[in-house]
Each structure stands twice: as C-alpha cells, then as structure tokens.
C-alpha cells in the first residue's frame, strides 16, 4: 500500500513560480515511477509529467515542456513538480501517481493517487 500526499499549491500570478511536493508512505520508494497530473475544472485528468524509478528518465506533456521540472529524491520518499512561468490556463488541482510501471502511470492507471493539491495561477 502505497500513501501519497501533496503539498505546495497555492495562488501566484501568471510568471511567477511555485514547487509541488508529493511524500510517499512506502517502505521502498525507489520501486515507483511516479507522476504529475492535473484536473482543471469540467476537464478531464490530463497527464502533465513523470518519473522512472531511478529519477533518470522524465517525460512531459508539450504544454509544459521547458516550464516544469519533476524530480525525486529517493532518500526523501517524495516527488516534485518545479513550475516555472506559470500560466492562468495551468490551474487546475494536481494529483500525484504512483505504479511500479512507467508506462501505467504516463496512462493515468497508476495504483496509487494523493488527494491533490490546489494551484490557482491569477492574470
């Protein structure tokens, strides 16, 4: 069983910046690929980014490319999301993911989901 909780949401303006934090309950967080998500009012979940095992593999949806940074720190058992030059269409709550397959978790079908955290970019 696999517990996630985010943290670092927030209210910015558009430009400015803010760090997700997602910290994992696991006994061997390094067993994970763990993603991004995120889900903006009457829209779906969309993918936003993701992390193998071992932190050197990253993958992004093109909306965001150059402007967010996934990270972890497996020492830490947590996962960050870096997001830079923040955009009002960026609003959306943002969920966590966790699955022991790179592949399931960039499709969304990942085990194991946070409760999200809130990210409200101002123009």
């Known amino acids: 069983q696999v517990q996630l909780v985010e943290s670092g949401g927030g209210l910015v303006q558009a430009g400015g910046s803010l760090r997700l934090s997602c910290a994992a309950s696991v006994r061997t967080f390094s067993n994970y690929a763990m993603g991004w998500f995120r889900q903006a009012p009457g829209k779906e979940r969309e993918f936003v980014a993701v992390?193998?095992?071992?932190?050197?593999?990253?993958d992004y949806v093109d909306s965001v490319k150059g402007r967010f940074t996934i990270s972890r720190d497996n020492a830490k058992n947590t996962v960050y999301l870096q997001m830079n030059s923040l955009k009002p269409e960026d609003t959306a709550a943002y969920y966590c993911?966790?699955?022991?397959?790179?592949?399931?978790?960039?499709?969304?079908?990942?085990?194991?989901w946070g409760q999200g955290t809130q990210v409200t970019v101002s123009s």
């Open positions: 992390i193998n095992r071992s932190g050197l593999s990253t």
């Open positions: 993911n966790a699955d022991r397959f790179y592949a399931t978790v960039v499709a969304g079908k990942g085990n194991y």
